[in-house]
């Protein structure tokens, strides 16, 4: 009988939450309810405990004996009840055999691991055959043996779940045993499937080698169990009855462990990861697995290879495959993008996480089991090739070999052993509970509450359990981004210390399978920035890690860490750079992105160091009239010309920056691109007209002005469409103020003019920027500027429909307003004629289409790659959209723009083009503006053809916002929009 003072109260601080029917329960147990209450309150769920424990008690044959024994032995009572309270799938277990709690009786169960050996002996008798035979073959009925393979196996999995739950076994012990377990019953799981295959089963030698979790002897109590076959025909034995006996061996061992039974399952076999997966053969011969690892494997392959182990069947023949393999695997590094196409790979794993899922998945999620897999792994494959000792498949000790030997850092080595022995121990008591294959953190309270207490936080266990797997997720996710570059570092830095540390050789290796093309080189660079005891050494080595992770992630690693070096060089000693970088982690990724991507900035960057600051700010382009003013005002610092362009210059060149930086990190769309650009001109060219207006005033002795000047944007300055290699297409325009001599006017605006373009093309610390008057009248043969009245007679006399067309551009963007406005008012009839193009001027524009296609294409380059010229290219667009203006832009004003997409809008509204041919143009040329911007980004310097360098064209890839190893989907994206641009424009411009 249960104690009076047993009341709701002390049950529920005992754990307990159904006290009504805890009570009733309790009474059912009579006197032996109040010795087993504390013990009870102790496990997992406590009401889940008491109620399988009543429910064993009404099944057993002796239900007294089963109460006495709790009672008597507490080791006894401690086993059962934290199974019953922690696992409703072994308490149904119990339920159908109920002999099977005297196993728990077992005093050596608290201190003994059984043998591997011993396990396989009881699982292969228990289907009826001879664990000392060379092929053990069942003998037991085919259904008596399955469901008798069933009830061992959870005989067993009875007896180590209770060892785990209350004798606080290690995971790696328990998932040994748990290894040790399923190797056995695929063992029986062979035997039985020998007697199904008959006499046939002796043609072949079958050898079942253990892959993933099974192989790395680390199983879970729920997994899919990952196996390869390998067979070769006995001696005597014809090639395919052979592979045939094979074949239906290996077929039948994986139905006997994955069929349902009365019994249940036990888990499935999956032998997906064999070579061509699903698609290829269930077994193979060594020379067939050798062909295809020589010719066709793919790097994961070669990563999951490494937990190859024989557990099964022919074990000489097993072993023979593991030798075969062996140097392949260990030499899986050398192969070229090793580390990215693993890395791609773990990307692909967390994109395909359910969005549900994610904050709460234990395995795949960031932070979780995998990324720790993952790593140790990958630290194995490169520095395994050339030390032996930090090959083993098992998790835990690949580590403990890995941190005892200097590969990853003392501290981190055994922090990550502490969060991935606390994640494992977690995905145990979640499978455990209904023998589930489950990797996800249930989020229901009475679940969280039951693993927390599981977990041995008995006091909130839901608030702690939820803080510890915070802390060793956080845990994770910082050694991870630390693991491979910290021991780097300590390889290099001339700082005192008695950990192991990596050799230069293994420093290098490490390098250069992260994708450093020269590692020594980059060994050199980690050195000049780490070495010594100063506080700018300390700090890079804090930030570094992070710093050759983000590098090791961009398209040029090598570039990225010696900009880096240069950088840190101008600016290591300034109190904000290392700062910044420490405390803001978006700006110091930021910078690494841009320093491994783009060449470009890097070189905008170095000339303007005050950069890194910027990237915690807005990238987004600023206005004209801002920059404007910036620019004046620096200039106004200056009384001598060249220094006062320089300032402007100065300014000109931190916007661009800040537009290339925006660009590069995929902030900023591209026609936002072309139109900063386009107002950063505006301004630069406001500003220098103004200082070299003053300046030439001065040098002539004017007291006024004798003219007032505008500037005409044209071409793509003019549409707003500007790259960062495009000259500035303009006009200059000039209208002498009355009663001024027209002579000295005209000389003074050209003075004015050659002064802009003279100050703006010098050689400096930034992009010169080239003014191109080469589409005013007459060309390069006509005046460099010209008054309002020339330019009107010239239009009427002798203009062009190629003029016209040039004109679509004009936008009149600086100097004197009324100029601006009075040009506009004269270009606007011929490029918008009221009655459209007559068909000569068509076919005139289409002549010329042709004949730019044919000659200016450069000799040598691709129609198909070409970004200008090309088939589907920027020429093929804009001509059509200009094509359509001049056809119609008299009687539509929605096409008076000189912007390209906005004139195509306007088309469209008018339904001049239909909306889905207007929508493949408009996706061709921001593609083909994109690509161009992302390749001078790229290369440093304009280009007009993508790369044939595939470092090159990954990069600008990875500009373009494709992740890495998506160079060729890149490529095909690109073709495939050009492919249909071409096709519109056939239709459209051709007619």
Same mark, same amino acid.
């Given at each position: 009988?249960?104690?009076?003072?047993?009341?709701?109260?002390?049950l529920?601080?005992l754990?307990?939450?159904?006290?009504d029917t805890?009570l009733?329960?309790?009474q059912?147990?009579?006197g032996?309810?109040?010795p087993?209450?504390a013990?009870?309150g102790r496990?997992?769920d406590?009401?889940i405990?008491?109620?399988?424990?009543?429910r064993?008690?009404e099944?057993?044959a002796?239900p007294a004996?089963?109460?006495d024994e709790?009672?008597d032995?507490?080791?006894?009572?401690?086993r059962?009840l934290?199974?019953? &309270?922690a696992?409703?799938?072994?308490?149904d277990?119990?339920?159908?055999?109920?002999?099977?709690?005297r196993?728990l009786?077992?005093?050596?169960?608290g201190?003994t691991?059984?043998?591997?050996?011993?396990?396989?002996a009881g699982?292969?008798?228990?289907v009826?055959?001879?664990?000392?035979?060379?092929?053990p073959?069942a003998?037991?009925?085919d259904?008596?043996?399955?469901?008798?393979l069933r009830?061992e196996y959870?005989?067993?999995?009875?007896?180590?779940?209770?060892r785990?739950?209350?004798?606080d076994?290690?995971?790696?012990?328990?998932?040994a045993?748990?290894?040790?377990l399923?190797?056995g019953?695929?063992?029986?799981?062979l035997a039985?499937?020998r007697?199904?295959v008959?006499?046939?089963?002796a043609?072949?030698?079958?050898a079942v080698?253990?892959?993933?979790k099974?192989?790395g002897?680390e199983?879970?109590?729920v997994s899919?169990?990952d196996?390869?076959?390998?067979?070769?025909?006995?001696e005597?034995a014809?090639?395919?009855?052979?592979?045939?006996?094979?074949?239906?061996?290996?077929?039948q061992?994986i139905?006997v462990?994955?069929?349902?039974?009365g019994?249940?399952?036990?888990?499935?076999?999956d032998?997906?990861?064999?070579?061509? &997966?699903?698609?290829?053969p269930?077994v193979?011969t060594l020379a067939?697995?050798?062909?295809y690892?020589?010719?066709?494997?793919?790097?994961?392959?070669?990563?999951?290879?490494?937990k190859?182990?024989?557990v099964?069947g022919?074990?000489?023949l097993g072993?023979?495959?593991?030798e075969?393999?062996?140097p392949?695997?260990?030499?899986?590094?050398?192969?070229d993008?090793f580390?990215s196409d693993?890395q791609?790979?773990?990307?692909?794993?967390?994109?395909?996480?359910?969005?549900?899922?994610?904050?709460?998945?234990?395995?795949?999620?960031s932070?979780?089991?995998?990324?720790?897999?993952?790593?140790?792994?990958?630290?194995?494959l490169?520095?395994?090739?050339m030390?032996?000792?930090?090959r083993?498949?098992?998790?835990?000790?690949?580590?403990?070999?890995?941190?005892a030997?200097?590969y990853?850092g003392r501290?981190?080595g055994?922090?990550l052993?502490e969060?991935?022995?606390?994640?494992?121990t977690?995905?145990h008591?979640i499978?455990l509970f209904?023998?589930?294959?489950?990797?996800?953190?249930?989020?229901?309270?009475?679940s969280l509450?039951r #693993?927390?207490?599981?977990?041995?936080?008995?006091k909130e266990?839901v608030?702690a359990?939820?803080?510890a797997w915070?802390?060793?997720r956080r845990?994770?996710?910082?050694?991870?981004e630390k693991?491979?570059?910290?021991?780097?570092?300590?390889a290099v830095?001339?700082?005192p210390g008695?950990e192991?540390r990596?050799s230069?050789?293994?420093a290098?290796a490490?390098?250069?399978?992260?994708g450093y093309?020269?590692?020594?080189?980059?060994?050199?660079?980690?050195?000049?920035?780490?070495s010594?005891?100063?506080?700018?050494?300390?700090?890079?080595?804090?930030?570094?890690?992070a710093?050759?992770d983000?590098?090791a992630?961009?398209?040029?690693p090598?570039?990225?860490?010696?900009?880096f070096?240069?950088?840190?060089e101008?600016?290591?000693?300034?109190p904000?750079?290392?700062?910044?970088?420490?405390d803001?982690?978006?700006?110091?990724?930021r910078l690494?992105?841009?320093?491994?991507?783009?060449?470009?900035?890097?070189?905008l960057?170095?000339r303007e160091?005050?950069?890194?600051?910027m990237?915690?700010?807005?990238?987004?382009?600023?206005?004209?009239?801002?920059?404007?003013?910036?620019?004046l005002a620096?200039?106004g610092r200056?009384d001598?010309l060249e220094?006062?362009?320089r300032g402007i210059r100065?300014?000109r060149?931190?916007?661009?920056?800040?537009i290339?930086?925006g660009d590069?990190l995929g902030?900023?769309?591209?026609?936002?691109?072309?139109q900063?650009?386009?107002?950063l001109?505006?301004?630069?060219?406001?500003a220098?007209l103004?200082?070299?207006?003053?300046t030439?005033r001065?040098q002539r002795?004017?007291?006024?002005?004798?003219?007032r000047?505008?500037?005409?944007a044209?071409g793509?300055?003019g549409?707003?469409?500007l790259?960062?290699?495009?000259?500035?297409?303009v006009?200059f325009?000039?209208e002498?103020?009355?009663?001024?001599?027209?002579?000295?006017?005209?000389?003074?605006?050209?003075?004015v003019?050659n002064?802009?373009?003279?100050?703006?093309a010098?050689?400096?610390?930034d992009?010169?920027?080239?003014v191109?008057a080469d589409?005013?009248p007459?060309g390069?043969? &006509?005046?460099?500027v010209?008054?309002?009245?020339?330019?009107?007679?010239?239009y009427?006399?002798w203009?062009?429909?190629?003029?016209a067309?040039a004109l679509?551009r004009?936008?009149?963007?600086?100097?004197?307003?009324?100029?601006?406005?009075?040009?506009?008012e004269?270009?606007?009839?011929?490029?918008?004629?009221e009655?459209?193009l007559?068909?000569?001027d068509?076919v005139?524009?289409?002549?010329i289409k042709?004949r730019?296609d044919?000659e200016?294409?450069?000799?040598?380059?691709?129609?198909?790659l070409?970004?200008k010229?090309?088939?589907g290219?920027?020429?093929?667009?804009?001509?059509?959209?200009q094509l359509?203006?001049m056809?119609h832009?008299?009687r539509?004003?929605?096409?008076r723009t000189?912007?390209t #997409?906005?004139?195509?809008?306007?088309?469209?509204e008018?339904?001049?083009?239909?909306?889905d041919d207007?929508?493949? #143009?408009a996706?061709?040329?921001?593609?083909v503006?994109?690509?161009?911007?992302a390749?001078t #980004?790229?290369?440093?310097?304009a280009?007009?053809e993508l790369?044939r360098?595939a470092r090159q064209?990954?990069?600008?890839?990875?500009?373009l916002?494709?992740?890495?190893?998506?160079?060729?989907?890149?490529v095909?994206d690109y073709?495939?929009?050009?492919r249909?641009a071409?096709?519109?424009?056939e239709?459209v411009?051709?007619?």
């Amino acid at each position: 009988m249960i104690r009076a003072a047993t009341t709701k109260g002390s049950l529920l601080r005992l754990g307990f939450a159904d006290t009504d029917t805890a009570l009733s329960h309790l009474q059912e147990l009579g006197g032996a309810a109040d010795p087993l209450l504390a013990m009870i309150g102790r496990t997992a769920d406590p009401d889940i405990a008491l109620h399988e424990l009543v429910r064993l008690r009404e099944v057993v044959a002796e239900p007294a004996e089963l109460l006495d024994e709790l009672v008597d032995d507490e080791g006894t009572a401690m086993r059962l009840l934290s199974v019953l &309270g922690a696992s409703t799938a072994l308490a149904d277990h119990l339920v159908r055999h109920p002999e099977h709690w005297r196993e728990l009786t077992d005093p050596t169960l608290g201190s003994t691991r059984p043998a591997a050996f011993a396990v396989r002996a009881g699982l292969l008798e228990a289907v009826g055959a001879d664990p000392h035979d060379d092929h053990p073959t069942a003998t037991l009925p085919d259904a008596e043996a399955v469901d008798a393979l069933r009830v061992e196996y959870r005989r067993v999995l009875l007896r180590l779940a209770s060892r785990d739950l209350s004798h606080d076994v290690g995971i790696d012990d328990a998932a040994a045993e748990l290894s040790d377990l399923a190797a056995g019953t695929l063992e029986a799981g062979l035997a039985i499937a020998r007697q199904r295959v008959g006499e046939p089963a002796a043609l072949a030698r079958l050898a079942v080698i253990a892959m993933g979790k099974l192989g790395g002897h680390e199983l879970n109590y729920v997994s899919d169990v990952d196996v390869i076959f390998v067979y070769e025909p006995v001696e005597g034995a014809a090639e395919q009855p052979a592979l045939r006996a094979a074949t239906q061996l290996a077929s039948q061992m994986i139905r006997v462990c994955s069929d349902h039974t009365g019994e249940g399952t036990i888990w499935p076999v999956d032998a997906a990861l064999r070579p061509e &997966g699903k698609a290829g053969p269930l077994v193979r011969t060594l020379a067939s697995h050798r062909g295809y690892y020589e010719r066709w494997a793919k790097t994961w392959e070669f990563q999951a290879l490494l937990k190859a182990r024989p557990v099964a069947g022919d074990l000489a023949l097993g072993r023979e495959y593991v030798e075969m393999v062996a140097p392949m695997v260990w030499s899986a590094a050398e192969r070229d993008g090793f580390v990215s196409d693993a890395q791609a790979m773990r990307r692909r794993v967390i994109e395909h996480i359910p969005a549900r899922e994610a904050d709460r998945q234990l395995k795949l999620g960031s932070g979780g089991l995998r990324d720790v897999e993952f790593a140790v792994q990958l630290l194995q494959l490169v520095h395994g090739r050339m030390d032996e000792a930090i090959r083993p498949a098992t998790t835990l000790s690949a580590l403990a070999q890995l941190t005892a030997r200097g590969y990853v850092g003392r501290e981190d080595g055994e922090a990550l052993h502490e969060a991935y022995s606390f994640l494992r121990t977690l995905e145990h008591r979640i499978q455990l509970f209904q023998l589930r294959r489950i990797h996800v953190v249930p989020s229901d309270e009475p679940s969280l509450r039951r #693993l927390g207490r599981s977990m041995r936080f008995l006091k909130e266990p839901v608030v702690a359990l939820d803080r510890a797997w915070q802390h060793h997720r956080r845990e994770v996710r910082r050694l991870h981004e630390k693991l491979f570059y910290r021991p780097l570092l300590t390889a290099v830095a001339s700082i005192p210390g008695s950990e192991a540390r990596l050799s230069s050789e293994a420093a290098g290796a490490r390098l250069a399978a992260l994708g450093y093309a020269d590692p020594q080189a980059a060994l050199r660079h980690l050195e000049a920035l780490t070495s010594g005891v100063s506080r700018t050494a300390t700090i890079q080595r804090a930030i570094l890690p992070a710093m050759l992770d983000w590098f090791a992630e961009g398209p040029d690693p090598d570039a990225g860490l010696f900009g880096f070096r240069r950088i840190s060089e101008t600016l290591g000693r300034t109190p904000w750079y290392l700062k910044t970088l420490r405390d803001e982690g978006q700006v110091a990724e930021r910078l690494a992105h841009l320093l491994s991507s783009s060449r470009y900035v890097t070189s905008l960057l170095e000339r303007e160091p005050l950069g890194v600051q910027m990237l915690g700010e807005d990238l987004t382009p600023l206005s004209a009239e801002p920059v404007a003013q910036e620019m004046l005002a620096a200039a106004g610092r200056h009384d001598d010309l060249e220094k006062a362009v320089r300032g402007i210059r100065a300014v000109r060149r931190r916007e661009l920056y800040r537009i290339a930086a925006g660009d590069a990190l995929g902030l900023t769309d591209v026609a936002d691109v072309g139109q900063g650009l386009s107002r950063l001109t505006d301004a630069t060219l406001q500003a220098t007209l103004h200082v070299a207006a003053r300046t030439v005033r001065e040098q002539r002795s004017l007291e006024e002005t004798p003219t007032r000047i505008a500037i005409i944007a044209m071409g793509r300055y003019g549409g707003f469409e500007l790259s960062y290699s495009s000259d500035a297409d303009v006009l200059f325009v000039h209208e002498p103020v009355e009663g001024a001599d027209l002579q000295q006017a005209t000389s003074y605006a050209q003075a004015v003019a050659n002064e802009i373009r003279r100050l703006l093309a010098l050689p400096g610390g930034d992009p010169p920027l080239q003014v191109d008057a080469d589409l005013r009248p007459e060309g390069k043969q &006509g005046a460099l500027v010209r008054t309002l009245d020339s330019y009107a007679a010239y239009y009427a006399k002798w203009s062009k429909v190629w003029e016209a067309q040039a004109l679509l551009r004009a936008d009149a963007v600086v100097g004197d307003e009324d100029v601006r406005r009075r040009f506009v008012e004269l270009i606007d009839p011929l490029r918008f004629p009221e009655d459209g193009l007559s068909d000569d001027d068509v076919v005139e524009v289409r002549r010329i289409k042709a004949r730019v296609d044919k000659e200016r294409l450069p000799r040598g380059a691709d129609p198909q790659l070409h970004l200008k010229l090309g088939r589907g290219g920027l020429a093929d667009i804009e001509w059509t959209v200009q094509l359509l203006q001049m056809q119609h832009a008299g009687r539509v004003p929605g096409l008076r723009t000189p912007q390209t #997409l906005g004139a195509l809008a306007g088309a469209a509204e008018a339904g001049l083009i239909s909306e889905d041919d207007a929508e493949v #143009l408009a996706l061709g040329w921001r593609t083909v503006s994109r690509v161009r911007n992302a390749v001078t #980004l790229v290369r440093g310097q304009a280009a007009d053809e993508l790369p044939r360098d595939a470092r090159q064209r990954a990069a600008v890839a990875s500009v373009l916002g494709y992740p890495p190893g998506a160079t060729d989907e890149m490529v095909n994206d690109y073709l495939r929009r050009m492919r249909r641009a071409r096709g519109v424009v056939e239709r459209v411009f051709w007619g």
